[in-house]
């Protein structure tokens, strides 16, 4: 084999360079995404409000993600993929090694277009990635090579409490903050 020949070296989990949208809290993205999610809630032939009724949303909570003014999590994908019956996949490893979140099948591509890629963003999502001993992005201040992570029995302490910050609602989220952020001074 010449070297035009060689697959490009990953590491298993980087994320895809295949990536087509990049969604999440301010991400430029969003509306394209939410466009994307529309089509196949027209193709599954739902009323926005059965799918709503189906995901669990309120009518207006999935407006807003069809217009981009919100985005649902990762973890929900598989639910709507599921109640659209779109065909596509949550956080799975391509063939090459690479992480992709979302990978979707755009319904006016037909069966023979390429898959959509998408990536997600959000402050829980990097938390949980640093308790599990991620190093810090390369935009940070902070010297990789000095970077250790955190030990053991703290990464799965900090990946439970994460885990269960999802689940909270907002005031228990704002407290769980002041009492932090006192702790901190």
Do not use: C
């Amino acid at each position: 084999m010449d070297d035009g020949d060689r697959q490009p070296e990953t590491s298993i989990g980087a994320p895809s360079p295949f990536v087509v949208m990049v969604v999440g809290p301010g991400e430029s993205d969003n509306s394209r995404f939410g466009e994307l999610l529309e089509r196949l809630r027209w193709k599954a032939g739902l009323s926005r409000a059965d799918a709503a009724t189906k995901l669990g949303f309120s009518s207006e909570y999935l407006r807003l993600i069809e217009v981009g003014k919100r985005t649902p999590a990762l973890g929900q994908m598989r639910n709507l993929l599921r109640v659209y019956g779109a065909k596509g996949a949550v956080e799975q490893i391509s063939p090459q090694g690479y992480r992709q979140d979302l990978l979707v099948f755009d319904p006016l591509d037909g069966d023979h277009g390429d898959p959509v890629i998408i990536e997600f963003t959000s402050r829980i999502r990097e938390a949980r990635r640093r308790a599990l001993g991620a190093p810090p992005d390369e935009d940070e201040d902070w010297e990789q090579a000095d970077y250790e992570g955190p030990t053991e029995s703290r990464a799965t302490e900090l990946g439970l409490v994460v885990s269960l910050l999802t689940r909270a609602d907002d005031s228990t989220l704002r407290k769980v903050r002041k009492l932090l952020e006192d702790r901190a001074r």
